[in-house]
């Protein structure tokens, strides 16, 4: 399809929401905000960096307003972290990637780095998920070495350098383990992770209590406690964007659809059992209207089962753009 009717065919699946995000962002059209990314490659912006197949849709409503709230982070010549959160499989790391590749492109100086970067090297690893009912050998809260994350945000903020860990899930037969450092310089981070910007609330929680085993009751019990040490991250944050599934088992869907995707390019199989496992451990120990509710969020997209954008909301008032931000 040639560039005239894919932008013609985007702008007519315009979501609910899109316009006020934008607005929010300095952009008072569509169609200059439209413009302004045609000109520097649109639909086809870093086009390579997507490791999985990905719609147009989705680079038009998510990928590319996350990239105009990095140019408008920019401008405010601050240094900046954005946080995005969603649950595993609906495609947050590999977004946050392609809006640092597509930020190297266009010449500006982001990093992008996971909750999952500050897993705790793997003796320490071992110890804090040892005994977990889902056999986990990561992801819960408690597997991040949250003191090393705080410091080296905190060091950035001091002199502009950034060094962090990077872990290496294929390591130790799939156990992972971290592999070197990252060192850089940018203004703006995107920071990711699946649980990213959830609160513990007053209670435990209801929901699917009778569905958990006392294992289970007593490690979300673990969890909750231990997600109160995450609060001090997301203070970090100046927004935070909520890629929402309407419905908590699509993660597990999204989950399945992403490992067999990479299974028939790679040839490189998955544990059916051990897929079981996470996705009961992401129901089971945090109660999912906490992840269904972020209380920080600044944006929530909510995404059908296809992963398509329902409806847009903008939800805090740190988007607000000044009027050098954008259009101007």
Same mark, same amino acid.
């Given at each position: ?13 315009i ?14 059209s ?11 490659g ?6 390579n ?54 930020? @190297?492109? *266009? ?6 780095l996971? $909750?999952? =970067? &500050?897993?705790?090297p793997?003796?320490? %690893?071992? !110890? ?43 390591l ?8 070197g ?25 209801t ?8 294992? @289970?009751? *007593? ?7 231990? $997600?109160? =040490? &995450? ?5 970090? %944050?100046? !927004? ?21 995707t ?19 451990m ?13 209380g ?24 607000s ?8």
């Amino acid at each position: 399809m040639d560039p005239d009717c894919r932008s013609q065919a985007i702008s007519e699946r315009i979501p609910q929401g899109l316009s006020p995000l934008l607005e929010s962002l300095g952009w008072s059209s569509f169609d200059d905000w439209w413009t302004r990314w045609a000109g520097v490659g649109g639909l086809d912006l870093a086009r390579n960096q997507w490791v999985l197949p990905v719609s147009d849709d989705w680079i038009a409503f998510v990928a590319l307003p996350l990239l105009s709230r990095v140019e408008m982070a920019l401008k405010s010549d601050q240094q900046v972290v954005l946080g995005v959160s969603a649950l595993p499989g609906c495609g947050k790391s590999t977004l946050c990637s392609w809006v640092k590749s597509a930020s @190297e492109q *266009l010449g500006w100086p982001v990093e992008h780095l996971s $909750l999952d =970067d &500050y897993y705790w090297p793997s003796e320490q %690893l071992e !110890d804090s998920m040892r005994g977990n009912p889902w056999s986990v050998p990561r992801a819960l809260p408690g597997s991040h070495d949250i003191d090393e994350l705080m410091q080296s945000f905190l060091r950035w903020k001091d002199d502009g350098r950034l060094t962090a860990p990077r872990f290496d899930k294929s390591l130790r037969n799939g156990r992972g383990d971290r592999n070197g450092t990252s060192d850089s310089s940018p203004s703006v981070v995107l920071l990711e992770g699946w649980f990213l910007g959830a609160t513990p609330r007053p209670s435990i929680e209801t929901e699917v209590l009778d569905a958990l085993s006392d294992e @289970e009751l *007593l490690w979300r019990s673990r969890s909750i406690c231990l $997600l109160r =040490d &995450y609060q001090s991250v997301w203070s970090l %944050l100046s !927004d935070l964007w909520h890629l929402r599934a309407l419905q908590s088992n699509q993660s597990s869907q999204w989950k399945l659809q992403q490992l067999t995707t990479l299974e028939q390019q790679s040839g490189v199989g998955y544990n059916k059992r051990d897929l079981a496992d996470f996705n009961r451990m992401v129901l089971a120990s945090i109660p999912p209207s906490w992840l269904h509710q972020l209380g920080g969020s600044s944006v929530v997209m909510d995404l059908a089962e296809s992963r398509s954008v329902r409806e847009i909301h903008v939800t805090s008032s740190q988007l607000s753009a000044s009027s050098s931000s954008a259009t101007g």
